[in-house]
């Protein structure tokens, strides 16, 4: 989930204002997730079918 959705509990604000400290804190911390860290779990297990797809079609053509 990217911050941008997030609410804060602390101050019920949108996190990607950083309001408070606590939003400033979690927006501080998605931003060094990285991009993978802002993916959704069902669009990993999408990723993850694709390249197992791949690896298979891989294999298959060179048998």
């Known amino acids: 989930m990217t911050y941008d959705r997030l609410v804060c509990a602390n101050c019920a604000a949108p996190v990607s204002e950083g309001r ?6 979690n ?3 998605l931003q060094q997730e990285g991009p993978w860290g802002g993916l959704s779990p069902a669009a990993l297990v999408t990723l993850l079918v694709i390249l197992v797809a791949a690896v298979a079609l891989l294999a298959h053509q060179t048998v």
């Open 20 to 25: 408070c400290p606590v939003c400033r804190a």
């Open 27 to 29: 927006r501080e911390r």
